[in-house]
Every structure is written in C-alpha cells, then in structure tokens.
C-alpha cells in the first residue's frame, strides 16, 4: 500500500519502493527485538536480583542501572572472538545466525495490532510455529560444532527437548485455531474483539487450561527455565554455549530473547486477546476508521500497545518463572512433555471439540468450516468473478 | 518492468539447486543436514511462490521437525570420531555421477517437452495475493467436500465424492501404524559386541 | 392381549425356559460354584418359571372358558411359531396345538418336575465332590473313585423337561416325532447316568433299543398319514391363499359328518391306487379324470377303501405309544430303568416318558378306529394283569413301584381303548401325582439304607416317620382308597371312572366282559403289592440291623416335595365344590369332536359298539363299580396286612404252596429270556455268520484287489522315476544353474542397486521414446 | 534486466523438480552413510512433491483449465506426510541395523548378497 503509494506519488522505480519499505519494515521489527534483547536483559538482572533478595545492578545509568544492557553490550563486542582448533569452523560460525534469523523470522508473520503485520500470512499460525522451531538447529549445531562434550551434550538434550515438546505445543495452538476456524492470526486477534471475556482463553475451561500447558511448553521450546538443560550451567559447565563467546554468544541470547517474547505474543494473540484489552477502550473512545483515518490508526496504536504489554508480561513470568523454579532432569523433562502434556493437550482437544460442536453457541460466534460454507464464503462466488479459469 | 515472481523464483530455485548438489558433494553428515534444511526450506519458498501457501506452511513445520531428527541422528550414530566420512572410489563416483546425470537429462528433456508449459498464462501480474488462500478449501477438502469444484458438472462429483476424507483417514492410521512399528523397530535391546556383530561366518557364506 | 396370542407366548417362554437352563449348564456348568452346585439353582429356577408360567396361562384359558358341568369342547388354539421350510404343499414347522388338555399337561410336568428338581438337590449332593462308586470297579481293583456330575444331572433334567414340554405343546407329528426322539434321548442319558455301571448301560441301551421297535411302528403311521392327508398339522391352517388348510383331525372327522370318523379322501385315492390310475389312463384330461375320481371317492369309501390303512396308521401311532409306555409286549425295558437315580425314575415314571405315550394316544384318539381301540384295551388290560403280578413277587422297592407304573399305566391304555378318554387322561394326571410321590419316597429310603432290597428293610417307620407317612398317602391313593360313592383319594375318583368305563362297555359288549374283571383284579392285586411293600419296608421289626441303624430322616429338602406330592396326591381327584371345578371337568373341555358319544353301533363301521363315556356316570353303573372297587382294594389291602402287616399267615409257606406260580413270577414270566430266545440269539447268530462271510469272502477280495494295486503301483514307479523325475531334476537343474549365473547380480551393495534402478529407468524410458518415435523430446 | 522481466513458466519449476531428483538419486547412490542416503530419498521425494505443487498452479501454463488445482496441493501433502513415516520408519532400521553391525555404513550390510 505505502509501496504504491511512493510509487505513484513520487515516481519512484517499483523495485526501489517495494525494496524500500521492505528494509523498513525489516529495520523497524530488528529495532523492536533489539530494544526487546536489551530491555530484558537487564529485567532479568533486576528480577532475579529482587527474587533473591538483591539489588541487581544499580549503577550504570542512574538509579536502576537501566543502561546496564548497554554495557553489557560493549563489554562483549569488545571481547575476543575464540574458535576452537577442533571445531568445525564454518558450522560454528554460522550457528548464531541460524538461531536469531529464526526467531526474526517469526515477527515477520506476527501482527502487531489489527492489520499492523509485516507480511500477512493466510497460515500464520503454522508459519510462526514451523519457523520458531528453526531456533534449535542454531543450538544444535553449535554443539556440535564445537567439538565439546559439553556442547554435544548440551545440543543432543535440546534436541530432543524440542523435537518432544513440538507436539504438544502444536496440539495446544491448533486448540484455539480449532475454535477460530482459521490459520490467519490477524482474524483470530480481531474476533476476540470486545470485553475481555471474549478472550479465546475464557471460552471454555478446556482452552483456560490448555493456555497453561502452552505457557509450559514455550518455556520448554524457548529452553528457558526449569527447561534448559541445554545450558545447564551445573552439569555442563554452560551446554552448548561452552566455546562460544564475545559477539556470537550474546547474538545466541538475543535470539533467546526475541524467541521468548515472540512466543509470548503468540500466547497473547492465541489465547488473551491480541491487541484487545480487557476493556474495549478505542470503541468507547470512538477510535475507528470508520470515524477517522487518523482515528482508527490512533485505534490500532492503542492496540499495539496493549499487545506489546501483554507479551511484555508473558516475558516477565517466564523469568518469574526461572528464577522460582530449580532445573528439571533430563527424564522429568520428558516426563513432564510425554506423560503429562501430550495426554492433557489431547484431552483438551477433546474436550474444546466437545464443547464447540456439542454445545449450542459458544462464548465467541462460531466460524468453524462448516459454519462457513453455510454463511457462503468468498470462494463459493464463480470463479470466473473472480478472474481464475471459467 | 521488474517480475517479482521471477526474481523470487530464481532467487529460490537456486537456492535450492545449489544446496541439493551440495548435499550431494559434502561428506560430513551434519553439513548435509544443514544443506539438505536449506534446500527444504528454499523449496517451501517455491511452494508460496505457486500459491499453495497451507503446503509450504507444513513443508517447513514436518521437515524442519524431520531433518532436525536426521540430524541427530546423524550425529549419535557417527560420532565415534569427531568427523567421520566414509569415502568411495571414484568409479563409484562416476558411476553415480553417469546415471544421476542420463536421469537429468531424461527429466529435463520431459520437463521442456511440452509447448503448454513454457508459456505462463497470468503469471505476468503477482499471483500469490489471489490464489494463495488455500487453507480452508484444504481443510473441507480433507474433510470430503470440494469447495474449489463447486462448479463441477458431474453431480456425484460435486457431492463430497471427490473430497480427501478417505485418503486422509488412510493416511491417519498409516502414520499411526508407523509410529508404532518405528518404535518397535527401535525399542531398546542388549547392545551386542562389535566381534559378535559382524561374525565371520556369515561373510564367507 | 388376547388369548391367541397370549397363551401361544406363554407356553413358548415356559418351553424355552427349560432349554436355555441346559445350554447355560453345557457350557458353563463347572464353573457354577463349587462342583457345579449353582447348576442346580438355575434348572429349578427355570423350571420353577415355567411352572409359573404355566399355570398363568392355564389361569387365562379358564378366565376366557371357565369350566362348567356341562362344559362343552372348546376349539383348540392352533398354529405356527416359526416355519423351518416348506417342500410343496409340505410345512415343517415349529407349532402348537394348545387345548384345556396341553395346558393341563403343562402344569403337571412342570409342577412334578419341580418337585423333583427340588427334591434331586438334596438326593445328588453326593456328586458334588468325588464320587465312590462300590458298584463299580477302577482300574487298581478298588472301587472306581470319579468326579461328581452333579452339573450334568441337572443338565439332562431341563433337556428332559424340554423335550417333554416341547411334546406336549407340539402343533404337528413331525414336531412330536422330534421331541418324542429327544425324550427318548433323555431318558437313555439319565438311565445311563452312572455309565461305569455295566447294568446301567445296559439298561440303557435295553430302552433305546426297545423303544426303537415301537418307534418304527410309529414312523409307519405318520407315513401312512402323511401320504394320505398331505399334512402334519394337527389344526386347521390359514394357507398360503388364505385358503384353510385342513389339518389331520379336521380330514378324519371333517364337520361335514358331524365329527363322525370317516376315511379321508387321501387315504381312499392312496388306497385304490390302481384303480385311480385306470381312471386317469381312460379320461381324455386331468382335469376330466379328477371329477370322475371326485365322483367315484364316495363309492369307494362305501366299498372299504382306505379303512385298512386308517386302522394301520392308528395302529402304527400306537406301537410308538407301546414302546414309549412300556406297554406289553414292549415293557422289558421300564423296570431294567431303574438303574438311573430316583428322581429320573420318579420323572420318567411321573410326568414325562411314558405319560408321552399315553398323552399321545389321548392326542391322536380321533384319529382311531374302533379296531384299534380295541387293540389299545387288550393290549391295556393284558399290561395291567401282567406287571401287577410281577410286582406281587418283585423284592427290589424301586422294581416294584416300576411294575406298579407298568400296570397303572395299562390302565389309562386301557380305558382309552374303551372309550374312557377322560378317564385315562384323568387317570395320567393323578397317577403322575401320586406315582412321583412315591418314588420320591423310596428314593428317600434307599438313600438313608443304600440298599434297594426291602427283605433289608423293615421298621423304618419309625426312623422316617414323614416318609412313612407320606409314602402311605401315595400307597392308599395307588389302591383307591376312599369311601365309596362319596369321596376318596385321587386314585379313588379315576380308577372309579376307568372300571365304571369297563363295566358300560361290557354291559355293551358282553363277549369283552372279561376285560372287566382282569381290571378289577388287577385293582386288588395293586393294593396287594402296594401295602406288601409298604409293610416290608416300614412296619415289623428291622431285618437288617446295620441298615436299620444307619437309616436316617431325609433332609427337608426332600421332605418338602414329598410333603406337596402327598397333597396332591389327596387332593388331585377332587372337584371344587360349589364351582364344580376338577380335573375331570378340565378334560372333558378338551375333549376331541365327535368323541363325546363313543362309537354308537350306526356310526361304527365295523359294528363294534364303544359307549360314550356319560352313560358310565350314570349312577346304576356307578354305585356298582364303586362298590365293586372298593370291595377289591381292600382285599388286596387285608390281604396284604394279613401276609406282611400283622403276620398272620406265612409269606415263605404261600411261596411254597405256589411254588411254579411264584418261580413264573419271579422270572416275569419268562419274557427277557423269551426275548433273548426269539431276538437276540438269532441277532447275535446273523451277526457271526456275517462276520464269517467279512472275513472269508469280502476280505479275501480286498486283498486281492490291493495286491493288484501294488503291481500296478510298482509299474507306475519305475515311471516315475525314470521319466517324470528325471525330467522335473533336469528342469531343477537348469534353474539351479540360471540362479548361480544370475547370483552375482545381487551384491548386497545398496548404492549399486540404486545406479541399478536409475539406469534401469532411464534404458526403459529411452526404450519407450524411440518407440514412440522421440515423444519425449522437445 | 530481460532476464527478470520474462514470466517464470512451468517447466522452470518442473527443471527445479528434475535437479532435485537428480541430485537424490546421485546422493543415495554415493553416499555409504545411512542417513545420507536417508537424505537422498528425501531429496527425490521434494523433487516430485514440487512437481506437484507446479502442475497444480494454473497461472503457470498456457492450458490452465488442465491444472490440477487442490487435488495437487493435497497429494503434495500426502507426499510430506508419508515422507515423514518413511523417515521414521527408516530411522528405526538405522538405528537397528547401527545395533547388529556396530556402524553405519551401508556396504557392510551385505549378508543377502547372492
């Protein structure tokens, strides 16, 4: 839209335009994962700090130390870059930039407010899902190519730590894709419009519980803790993360972190509403672009926020969460995944299935399939209207 | 005037070309998974680029989940030496190399054979933006209902008969079957000896 | 619901009952509780349900007919439950004939079959664990130690009760010819019950075999029936056309002739065969010929036509009714069946085998000729002469009751040979009461003694004070005890009604006037041998001292039936006052059309007068028999008393005195060695000369033709080994040799199977494009 | 540029689909790792899966009406699917054939041989 805008308005060539709002959109969402990284680097310093009854840092910056993650940033860009003499160079090399391209990747398909999306997916949910789990390969071959006992251990638990937890995370975002009806994640975000009871997570106490059980496995899949044994700094002196240090190491915890609050934007956009608060503040107020183009873009700002504030918080309970919990073993991990997930996820399942299609009207309006074919859909008009073979 | 859709489609076929030979060409079994995920993830591309949005979604949620399992599999079951690789003689080589390359040039004389499919027809304007809604038509296709062939003449046609619901169910039961089957096959058993392993007698039978 | 379709469910589900309690014991019969005792629980539960149900719908049936004095016949219920196939015109069908008769017959089987359910609880828990057979000898010399078969007697009760039922409620002869087999079956089952016992399998086999001899008889008869009325329905049938098909009874008295006896058109057209086939030859068509037949029937029949089959099918029917009754001369097998336990001998005795043979003969009455009717009384009356003087020498308890049934049972016979239909069903019912009765009470002897013996016996009266005294009821009801011309015991009232019969019919008949005065000895003789045995067995002192102190009341158990038979043995008899309700009232409802006025010397055809049995009622017959009975009875009682009771004369002086009367008896007059004489030698002579002729002609040929075999075999397998196989060995070769040139090509090498297979696709495709002149190439 | 402004055509995708097969059965003949051979099948497998995503698009063809439309999108999706039982079956038989030989390497597997 902005592309044909420029076009037309100012005559630029079209692969210029196009290209260049690419690179924005691009340079903006790499802006807000960065702040993200750099924020919660230091929140975490500051929650572990006031969990254990510290200070956490106080001195750089001012009062709360807020230009903590700054420092923190010239300290590793300034320290020297080690490779192994063993190690497999290339793959050792590349292994930081597959993680944090993968979790990039994600906020491609992750709308921000309503229609606020870098590239609107009709599959979106599958894409950020498909994509999220690129992140381990990163670890994974960093492990490996460090040629380390340490790193392979590390890299071979989170492999089957995320190939485990893959299944009932997948059965926990189809629950609530189920009771949309469709792929789309800006169409989920916006039919849960209104009160906050409209929330996919108070639809029916199937779904309020299996919101809970994906807050646990995107603990496990992000290898946050009690999850991540991967690093498990007791055992395996730092997991797959031993050899790395300096640039690519801190290029590992931004990918971390722009995973963590990916997923929590998912959880928000699946399960508590996206970019709807509790309360619907911009149609009181009249933020609509039915009024306004101004003010429903004002609309859609106050959405942003709100969404931003509710992946904020998801963060801030995975790291209440970590530093609360002690670290599981490898087979309570898979325990916990196998015995426990999986079976109540698949129940959850069940029961969400039961609950839609036995139930007369749920909470929200029901646009499954087969409610659709019935209200007569866009692809039931002749092709021929619209442009495809007669 | 510049064809979007020729410049991705270039951009990822040789993507995936180039990582297919290199998979080809590598001997370390971790850089061939790494390649062989490239070439798997440029194809997906390829899938968006001929609007079939649903099936490059799951090309690249079942393979990234797959190959990561090759991977390491590939490494638990290689890494008696740090970097293993099994070497073959060159007449192995050539040998491979004649028929992988007679089959090419099979394929490739099949594949410009025919006029019809070296004229595009509407893929001069983007076409992804219009056809790339496959997902729900999937969906009631695998639930038995065609809603792409609504306009079918025949009636027994139109009416679920060529829907995927069957297929589907089949395909359900074989996956679970090979769920099954693969952990039977892999269940855990006394690891014999490597002498005991390979006995004699059985090479010189 | 209405009663067609009420009473026809009801007795199904009183039938079935017992069935279902037999397949669950077959297959789950051990692992009912502990020795299978639950078994038990389940038969007498089933039919305990039957009974209920019985009586329920014999309750309906007299709500919708209630009986009166005069009661007239009321037209059966009649049908099919479920048709297993039709051939032409032919049904076998699953059917019900269901009169005031069946209903009764229903709950006197099922109530006596109760009773001895209950009763057999008590008398077989011996089975339940290991059983001592001292009979018996096993294989180490000792005597034979079994498991207990406990599950398996109950087992062949509720088949027995199954059978039974399934006869009685039957709407068709070949559904009575089944369920009369299945009775015979049974009773071979629980005659043989203790196997080990070589008398018992004997005995066994001696009752199959004997009751085959008048089952063929019978096959005769429903042949000649079925050949001459097309049917084997008893009842009227709606036909496929809606068309009413006529069943036996209707064709041998059609209501045309007012129920009178008349030679269906069947039997004339079967009978004048050849005659019929003149006619057909003469007539230009079918069609023709029929009418000219249909003229000529009338004729025929006048000329005799068709009589002589009629009295062979009647006569055929009753030799099956002869074997199954034990009816002489086929009764050797009925005392030899006392080798089963008691209760079987109480059921068969009671309710269920031989009453199948007179039930029968009440069933099939309208289908018999007068000739054949008397054949039924001689053959009643010799039976009933002949067992009770067997039963007067008899020392066995249980052979003496076995005589005693024989003979009562030549009574019904008897009287319905005479025309006393009533009185012979009459008499089944109450004799089933109280000859159940005591059978029960000698089983309960011979299970506190363990001897069958009564010169073992003596005394015991007052060790079993309850089996004595109900044992005594049974014996006062068997001899007819009552006072006379007012009221007495049941088998007061029917044996009154069968002598007053033979006394009207030999009023009309003089020259069979001595079958009136066998029959009224044959009462004396009856309480003779009743109270002889129940003076041996109870009063006096105890011969036997070890078995005297052995001997011990029976459980309550067995007390109970004994208690409820001995009521009914009272009471069977009696008519309800006030509402003249009785059995007799209930049979006389049932009674079959046209038989009310007996065979008046006009509608006889043979001239034989048999009186209707109203005119025996009248009181100058009556006052007379009922003395005359009486006076019988009790000689034969005072007589008794005198010999065993109070000792007065000397039973071993009379045995002198009679010395070749006594040695008659005691062989029962010679008739198994009469028999083995005339049958069983010659059968065992046939046997051994055809024995002979196997092994000296037939085996001798069949070696012959084997050594010819092995010639020929020998030629065969020098061909075969030096042609045939050296052919198929060449061939083998040739693919052993194949396989090794073609061994290399398999290198186990995957890699090479995979440039193998691309090759391999390729060299086809290339094939196929040169064939296809270059199709693939752009 | 006249190379980016042509329309890319079917037979582009089919020649991608070609190489990939081409590619996989050269990786399955030389490779003597199992998995490597593993990748080979999955190798030929997308090249035929991406023929049938390219005959399913009708905008690539000059005869559109003979697309095959979704019935395309869901054997590609069949393909996947079975791909991955394939793999996992053939992962079990790695790992049991990794237990009976102590190695990997395909060309000791040889007992069946003629």
């Not at chain 1, 792929?183 to 989920?188: E, P, W, Y």
């Not at chain 2, 007679?102 to 983007?126: G, N």
């Not at chain 3, 004799?431 to 010169?455: D, Q, R, W, Y």
């Not at chain 3, 009856?526 to 011990?552: C, I, N």
Request: proline fraction near 5%; charge should be neutral; glycine fraction near 10%.
């Amino acid at each position: 839209m902005i592309a044909e805008y420029l076009t037309t308005r100012f005559g630029l060539p079209e692969w210029l335009a196009c290209g260049g709002v690419a690179l924005v959109q691009c340079l903006i969402l790499l802006g807000i994962m960065m702040f993200a990284a750099a924020l919660f680097t230091w929140m975490e310093r500051k929650v572990a700090g006031r969990i254990q009854d510290r200070l956490g840092p106080t001195r750089v910056g001012g009062r709360f130390g807020w230009l903590q993650s700054v420092a923190d940033g010239v300290k590793l860009l300034a320290k020297e870059d080690l490779i192994p003499g063993e190690a497999d160079g290339l793959l050792f090399r590349l292994a930081p930039y597959v993680s944090f391209c993968a979790a990039f990747c994600v906020y491609l398909a992750l709308p921000f407010s309503n229609g606020w999306v870098a590239q609107h997916l009709n599959v979106g949910v599958f894409f950020i899902v498909a994509i999220a789990g690129l992140e381990v390969f990163g670890v994974i071959l960093g492990g490996y190519s460090s040629a380390s006992k340490w790193s392979l251990y590390g890299a071979m638990r989170e492999a089957a730590q995320v190939v485990s937890y893959e299944v009932p995370l997948g059965l926990c975002v189809v629950i609530p894709v189920m009771v949309a009806g469709t792929l789309d994640l800006v169409a989920i975000g916006n039919m849960q419009r209104g009160w906050g009871v409209n929330w996919l997570v108070f639809h029916n106490p199937f779904l309020f519980i299996t919101f809970f059980i994906y807050a646990l496995c995107t603990l496990a899949s992000t290898n946050r803790a009690p999850f991540d044994l991967a690093e498990a700094e007791s055992e395996l002196v730092a997991g797959f993360l031993t050899e790395y240090s300096g640039f690519r190491w801190s290029v590992f915890f931004m990918a971390e972190y722009g995973s963590m609050y990916a997923m929590s934007g998912l959880g928000a956009i699946l399960f508590l509403g996206g970019w709807h608060g509790p309360i619907p503040l911009a149609e009181m107020l009249g933020l609509s672009y039915a009024n306004h183009a101004v003010l429903g873009w004002l609309g859609d700002l106050l959405g942003a926020g709100n969404f931003l504030c509710k992946a904020f918080l998801g963060v801030a309970a995975m790291m209440w969460l970590r530093w609360t919990l002690p670290r599981l073993r490898i087979d309570q991990v898979m325990t916990t995944c196998l015995k426990y997930c999986v079976p109540l996820a698949a129940a959850m399942f069940v029961g969400t299935m039961l609950w839609t299609y036995a139930l007369p009207g749920g909470l929200l309006p029901r646009s499954t399939p087969l409610g659709a074919v019935a209200e007569a859909p866009p692809w039931t008009a002749p092709r021929a209207a619209r442009g495809e073979r007669p | 005037m510049i064809n979007w859709h020729t410049c991705f489609f270039l951009l990822f076929a040789t993507i995936t070309c180039a990582f297919a030979v290199a998979v080809v060409v590598s001997a370390n079994v971790v850089r061939m998974a790494v390649c062989l995920i490239a070439s798997l993830a440029a194809v997906s591309g390829l899938y968006f680029l001929a609007a079939a949005d649903f099936v490059a979604a799951m090309q690249l949620m079942i393979y990234v989940g797959g190959t990561l399992v090759l991977l390491v599999f590939g490494v638990m079951l290689t890494a008696r030496g740090p970097f293993v690789s099994m070497k073959i003689t060159p007449a192995n080589w050539l040998m491979a190399g004649l028929a992988g390359g007679a089959l090419l040039i099979l394929l490739l004389c099949a594949a410009t054979s025919v006029d019809a499919w070296k004229t595009a027809a509407v893929a001069a304007s983007a076409p992804a933006a219009e056809g790339g809604h496959t997902v729900a038509p999937i969906g009631m296709a695998l639930l038995g209902i065609r809603v792409d062939a609504l306009e079918q003449a025949n009636p027994a046609l139109r009416g679920g008969i060529a829907g995927y619901l069957l297929p589907f169910e089949i395909v359900s039961v074989h996956l679970l079957v090979v769920l099954v089957g693969a952990a039977h096959l892999a269940r855990a058993r006394r690891r014999r000896r490597p002498a005991e392993a390979v006995p004699d007698a059985s090479r010189s039978a | 619901m209405e009663l067609a379709r009420l009473l026809p469910l009801l007795l199904l589900s009183a039938w079935l009952l017992p069935l279902g309690s037999f397949a669950a014991i077959v297959f789950a019969g051990p692992r009912m509780g502990r020795g299978g005792r639950k078994a038990a629980y389940l038969a007498t539960g089933a039919i305990g349900a039957a009974l209920v149900l019985s009586l329920a719908a014999l309750g309906a049936w007299l709500w919708h007919h209630p009986l009166a004095a005069d009661s007239q016949a009321v037209a059966p219920l009649s049908g099919d439950w479920y048709t297993l196939a039709e051939f032409g015109k032919l049904r076998l069908a699953i059917g019900y004939y269901i009169d005031a008769l069946t209903l009764g017959m229903f709950v006197m089987v099922t109530l006596i079959s109760t009773c001895i359910h209950v009763y057999s609880i008590g008398y077989m828990r011996e089975e339940l664990g290991e059983v001592t057979d001292p009979l018996v000898r096993g294989s180490d010399g000792g005597p034979l130690v079994r498991p207990g078969r406990f599950p398996r007697f109950f087992q062949y009760l509720s088949l027995f009760c199954f059978s039974m039922l399934g006869l009685v409620v039957a709407g068709n002869i070949a559904m009575v010819f089944v369920f009369w087999e299945l009775v015979g079956i049974c009773s071979y089952l629980l005659i043989g019950f203790y196997i080990e016992r070589r008398s018992a399998s004997t005995a066994a086999n001696k009752a199959f075999l004997v009751n085959r001899v008048g089952d063929f008889g019978m096959i005769v008869g429903i042949m000649i029936l079925l050949g001459g009325l097309g049917t084997f329905a008893f009842g009227d049938h709606l036909g496929a056309e809606g068309k009413v098909e006529p069943g036996i009874f209707s064709q041998v008295r059609p209501a045309s002739a007012e129920h009178g006896l008349v030679v269906p058109d069947g039997l004339v057209r079967m009978a004048a065969a050849d005659r019929l086939a003149a006619v057909y030859a003469s007539m230009p068509s079918a069609d023709a010929a029929e009418e000219e037949i249909a003229r000529q029937i009338p004729q025929l029949r006048r000329a005799g036509y068709g009589y002589g089959l009629l009295i062979l099918a009647g006569l055929g029917i009753f030799c099956g009714c002869v074997g199954k009754s034990a009816q002489f001369p086929l009764h050797v097998w009925l005392p030899d069946a006392m080798e089963g336990p008691t209760p079987v001998s109480a059921l068969i005795h009671a309710a269920t085998m031989v009453a199948a043979g007179v039930y029968l003969v009440g069933r099939f009455y309208p289908v018999f000729a007068p000739e054949v009717l008397l054949v039924i009384a001689v053959t009643g009356c010799i039976t009933l002469f002949l067992a009770a003087t067997i039963a007067i020498a008899a020392t066995d308890i249980k052979r003496v009751l076995a005589y005693s049934t024989v003979s009562q049972l030549g009574y019904m016979m008897f009287s319905l040979g005479l025309g006393g239909w009533a009185a012979g069903l009459f008499h089944l019912f109450t004799h089933a009461c109280f000859k159940a009765l005591l059978f029960l009470c000698s089983g309960s002897v011979i299970h506190a003694c363990h001897t069958n013996e009564m010169t073992e016996m003596g005394g015991l009266r007052k060790k079993m004070p309850w089996t004595a005294g109900t044992m005594l009821v049974g014996c006062l009801a068997i001899s007819g005890a009552g006072i006379p011309l007012l009221i007495g015991l049941s088998g007061y009232h029917s044996k009154d009604a069968i002598l007053a019969q033979a006394f009207s019919f030999a009023r009309h008949a003089p020259a069979h006037a001595w079958l009136f005065y066998v029959a009224a000895a044959g009462a004396a003789l009856t309480a003779f041998y009743m109270f002889r045995l129940w003076f041996m067995t109870f009063s006096g002192k105890p011969r036997v001292e070890q078995v005297y102190d052995h001997a011990h009341e029976s459980p309550a158990v067995m007390i109970v039936p004994l208690v409820i038979l001995a009521v009914l043995a009272i009471s069977a008899g009696w008519t309800l006052p006030g509402v003249d309700w009785g059995l007799p009232e209930l049979l006389e409802q049932a009674r079959p059309l046209g038989t009310a006025e007996g065979f008046p010397e006009a509608r006889t055809i043979a001239g034989l007068v048999v009186p209707a049995e109203h005119h025996s009622h009248a009181p100058a017959v009556h006052k007379i028999v009922s003395l005359a009975a009486f006076a019988a009875a009790l000689a034969g009682f005072l007589i008794a008393a005198a010999f065993y009771g109070l000792r007065l004369l000397s039973a071993a002086a009379a045995r002198r005195w009679f010395a070749p009367v006594h040695w008659l008896l005691v062989h029962k007059w010679f008739f198994d060695e009469l028999y083995d004489a005339l049958f069983v030698k010659p059968a065992l002579f046939l046997a051994r000369q055809a024995a002979e002729i196997d092994r000296g002609v037939i085996d001798w040929a069949a070696d012959g033709s084997a050594r010819l075999c092995l010639r020929i075999a020998r030629i065969d397998d020098w061909i075969d080994r030096w042609i045939v196989d050296r052919f198929i060995n060449g061939l083998g070769r040739w693919t052993w040799r194949l396989g090794l040139a073609l061994r290399p090509l398999q290198s186990g090498q995957l890699r090479q199977y995979v440039v193998m297979i691309a090759v391999s696709t390729v060299t086809i495709f290339v094939l196929i494009s040169i064939y296809r002149n270059y199709a693939f190439l752009p | 540029m006249p190379l980016l402004n042509q329309p890319v055509s079917l037979s582009h995708y089919l020649l991608v689909g070609a190489i990939l097969f081409a590619c996989g059965i050269v990786c399955m003949a030389t490779k003597r790792n199992a998995i490597g051979v593993l990748m080979g099948v999955e190798l030929v497998l997308n090249g035929a899966a991406v023929n049938f995503v390219a005959f399913s698009a009708p905008f690539l063809r000059g005869d559109a009406e003979l697309a095959l439309g979704l019935d395309g999108h869901l054997m590609t999706l069949f393909v996947i699917v079975l791909a991955a039982a394939e793999a996992a079956v053939a992962l079990a038989i790695a790992l049991c054939y990794y237990n009976t030989h102590a190695t990997i390497d395909v060309d000791q597997g040889d007992e069946l041989r003629g």
